[in-house]
């Protein structure tokens, strides 16, 4: 994906001939706090080792680590990570400088961003008496030769109308910028502590801070600066959303409960929600949802909490679910699809993890009434069927969005036919554009019915496409592309519709009302061209 500069993300291997891309359905998001790694800055990680190069693996004060070590543990394959801090402060490094110091200051905050410095003059003319050469590196710890990342800036000047001055060149440094202003001296070069000879570093100060817990406000965010939740804004995207609990007693609050749904069905994913700490048995759950007054058609939950080994406490402690939720899900999702029948089956802990408290079949379908599933530790076949709900809670705008199945499949189908049928604004507008986009989403939703997301339900019982004058008149003075799309979640006939807009400012995806008798099909010549190109494709993907 690159952006073309006028805020609208190209697929540049995507075009009128070729299938939708299946988008995949459990990649998910993480916000809060970790022991180190950028500020407001989504990282994509694919296992756990990777979250403890960047983010520093576990720490005690933060849930977050956990969520995500849960996570990979019990499935889970791709991951973001946005850490938050609330008044983290980064270390500084100081440079001699004549009778003043250069003062370089970390871009990470914290006191696990361990740095040093090194100064030489090696190829600098004796003219350049304002020049040298700079070498920064992280290290995993101070004392240590284990570099995990290293820059090197030559020919660097402490005058201020220099090409290459300093503070603007570490403006593009990911280690370190310029604090304050440069010394009117260059720095010394730093010398061997023992030798005096070879050039030597010197570590960072060690004046860096963690901050402090973080509160429902330092996890929102801003939009405007993408911070928080917001810097979710430049991934390409995700599936499911975990905010773990702030710290080891405080939970999630409303607001960021209420902000986090409402920003998931912004970008068409799912809230995994922890069921709150004081929630001990089902009974205790059931008579606290009475009070809480939180429901969304984007957001889930599982009960109860999972008890885990603590790595750096040494015994079982009780976390919240929505890291090991959000891997099982993505688990059953490599062996059915999601509206695939292992779908109404309940969820299952990996080995080394267990539910907190046991639920009774009569709780278990209690819980179910109200929106939350339970996590069992075995599967067993005597148990009633029951399928997974979302926190819709008979709420849901649609009936259908109730379920965990159903309202995942819209989600996937609305996230890849939105991402693949972008080329359209790139393409001259004519008359055979619309007919391009149709056949193409036509070929995906016949796809799905082939893979049985529709049932044995016909065509016409099944999906519906729109992309001629109907939706694009051609009198019309606007200047986005209109792609009307309906299917039926669950019952024939009873179709969600929706209105995709494409328009070189971006795009957009509204539900609107579609009259289903007088919308009609593809026409005869359309749909031998939709079954050929199906046939076609479906080998391929």
Same mark, same amino acid.
């Not at 543990?73 to 250069?102: H, M």
């Not at 599982?302 to 603590?310: E, G, N, Q, S, T």
């Not at 036919?417 to 507008?429: A, D, F, G, M, Y």
């Given at each position: 994906?690159?952006?073309?500069?006028?805020?609208?993300?190209?697929?540049?291997?995507?075009?009128?001939?070729?299938?939708?891309? !299946?988008?995949?359905?459990?990649?998910?998001?993480?916000?809060?706090?970790?022991?180190?790694?950028?500020?407001?800055?989504?990282?994509?990680?694919?296992?756990?080792?990777?979250?403890?190069?960047?983010?520093?693996?576990?720490?005690?004060?933060?849930?977050?680590?956990?969520?995500?070590?849960?996570?990979?543990?019990?499935?889970?394959?791709?991951?973001?990570?946005?850490?938050?801090?609330?008044?983290?402060?980064?270390?500084?490094?100081?440079?001699?400088?004549?009778?003043?110091?250069?003062?370089?200051?970390?871009?990470?905050?914290?006191?696990?961003?361990?740095?040093?410095?090194?100064?030489?003059?090696?190829?600098?003319?004796?003219?350049?008496?304002?020049?040298?050469?700079?070498?920064?590196?992280?290290?995993?710890?101070?004392?240590?030769?284990?570099?995990?990342?290293?820059?090197?800036?030559?020919?660097?000047?402490?005058?201020?109308?220099?090409?290459?001055?300093?503070?603007?060149?570490?403006?593009?440094?990911?280690?370190?910028?310029?604090?304050?202003?440069?010394?009117?001296?260059?720095?010394?070069?730093?010398?061997?502590?023992?030798?005096?000879?070879?050039?030597?570093?010197?570590?960072?100060?060690?004046?860096?801070?963690?901050?402090?817990?973080?509160?429902?406000?330092?996890?929102?965010?801003?939009?405007?600066?993408?911070?928080?939740?917001?810097?979710?804004?430049?991934?390409?995207?995700?599936?499911?959303?975990?905010?773990?609990?702030?710290?080891?007693?405080?939970?999630?609050?409303?607001?960021?409960?209420?902000?986090?749904?409402?920003?998931?069905?912004?970008?068409?994913?799912?809230?995994?929600?922890?069921?709150?700490?004081?929630?001990?048995?089902?009974?205790?759950?059931?008579?606290?949802?009475?009070?809480?007054?939180?429901?969304?058609?984007?957001?889930?939950?599982?009960?109860?909490?999972?008890?885990?080994?603590?790595?750096?406490?040494?015994?079982?402690?009780?976390?919240?679910?929505?890291?090991?939720?959000?891997?099982?899900?993505?688990?059953?999702?490599?062996?059915?699809?999601?509206?695939?029948?292992?779908?109404?089956?309940?969820?299952?802990?990996?080995?080394?993890?267990?539910?907190?408290?046991?639920?009774?079949?009569?709780?278990?379908?209690?819980?179910?009434?109200?929106?939350?599933?339970?996590?069992?530790?075995?599967?067993?076949?005597?148990?009633?069927?029951?399928?997974?709900?979302?926190?819709?809670?008979?709420?849901?705008?649609?009936?259908?969005?109730?379920?965990?199945?159903?309202? !995942?499949?819209?989600?996937?189908?609305?996230?890849?036919?939105?991402?693949?049928?972008?080329?359209?604004?790139?393409?001259?507008?004519?008359?055979?554009?619309?007919?391009?986009?149709?056949?193409?989403?036509?070929?995906?939703?016949?796809?799905?019915?082939?893979?049985?997301?529709?049932?044995?339900?016909?065509?016409?019982?099944?999906?519906?496409?729109?992309?001629?004058?109907?939706?694009?008149?051609?009198?019309?003075?606007?200047?986005?592309?209109?792609?009307?799309?309906?299917?039926?979640?669950?019952?024939?006939?009873?179709?969600?519709?929706?209105?995709?807009?494409?328009?070189?400012?971006?795009?957009?995806?509204?539900?609107?009302?579609?009259?289903?008798?007088?919308?009609?099909?593809?026409?005869?010549?359309?749909?031998?061209?939709?079954?050929?190109?199906?046939?076609?494709?479906?080998?391929?993907?």
């Amino acid at each position: 994906m690159t952006p073309n500069g006028l805020g609208l993300q190209v697929d540049e291997e995507r075009g009128p001939d070729q299938s939708i891309a !299946r988008l995949g359905t459990a990649r998910t998001a993480f916000v809060g706090r970790t022991l180190r790694g950028p500020v407001d800055q989504p990282v994509f990680i694919k296992n756990f080792a990777e979250f403890q190069q960047v983010f520093g693996g576990l720490w005690q004060p933060s849930p977050l680590g956990y969520a995500v070590e849960h996570f990979f543990d019990n499935g889970g394959r791709e991951a973001y990570v946005v850490r938050v801090a609330n008044g983290a402060r980064a270390a500084t490094l100081s440079l001699p400088a004549g009778s003043q110091i250069l003062t370089l200051r970390a871009v990470r905050p914290g006191t696990r961003e361990f740095l040093r410095a090194s100064v030489d003059y090696d190829n600098v003319p004796d003219a350049g008496i304002a020049e040298f050469n700079l070498t920064v590196q992280r290290v995993r710890l101070l004392g240590t030769e284990q570099v995990e990342d290293q820059e090197i800036f030559p020919r660097l000047s402490v005058l201020r109308d220099a090409e290459r001055y300093v503070g603007t060149v570490l403006e593009g440094s990911a280690l370190v910028h310029l604090a304050g202003a440069a010394p009117v001296e260059r720095p010394h070069p730093t010398l061997h502590s023992v030798s005096g000879l070879a050039t030597g570093y010197l570590i960072s100060n060690g004046d860096g801070d963690d901050g402090g817990p973080l509160t429902d406000y330092d996890v929102i965010g801003s939009r405007l600066e993408r911070t928080g939740l917001f810097a979710l804004d430049s991934v390409e995207y995700f599936n499911l959303l975990c905010i773990p609990p702030l710290s080891r007693d405080q939970d999630v609050g409303a607001s960021l409960l209420l902000v986090a749904a409402r920003y998931c069905k912004e970008h068409r994913a799912l809230l995994v929600v922890d069921p709150p700490a004081e929630w001990h048995t089902a009974d205790e759950a059931l008579r606290g949802l009475r009070q809480w007054d939180f429901s969304s058609e984007n957001a889930l939950m599982y009960f109860p909490r999972v008890l885990a080994h603590d790595k750096l406490r040494g015994h079982f402690e009780s976390f919240g679910s929505c890291g090991a939720v959000a891997g099982m899900l993505a688990r059953a999702d490599e062996a059915y699809p999601v509206w695939g029948p292992g779908k109404s089956e309940e969820a299952v802990l990996r080995p080394g993890y267990r539910p907190a408290c046991l639920v009774t079949e009569d709780g278990r379908m209690r819980l179910a009434a109200r929106g939350v599933n339970t996590i069992q530790a075995v599967r067993s076949a005597a148990r009633i069927g029951v399928q997974p709900r979302t926190l819709a809670a008979g709420t849901a705008g649609a009936p259908d969005w109730q379920y965990l199945a159903a309202r !995942r499949l819209a989600l996937f189908i609305l996230n890849s036919i939105e991402r693949s049928t972008r080329w359209v604004v790139l393409t001259k507008p004519h008359r055979e554009v619309g007919g391009l986009a149709a056949v193409q989403v036509a070929a995906f939703f016949e796809w799905l019915r082939a893979e049985g997301a529709f049932g044995n339900r016909p065509v016409e019982e099944s999906y519906v496409v729109i992309c001629d004058q109907r939706a694009n008149p051609s009198d019309s003075a606007a200047s986005d592309f209109q792609l009307l799309i309906g299917f039926a979640a669950q019952r024939g006939r009873e179709f969600h519709c929706f209105r995709i807009s494409h328009s070189m400012a971006g795009s957009r995806v509204t539900p609107v009302s579609l009259n289903r008798a007088t919308a009609g099909q593809l026409s005869p010549d359309e749909l031998e061209w939709v079954d050929t190109l199906a046939n076609q494709l479906r080998p391929l993907n």
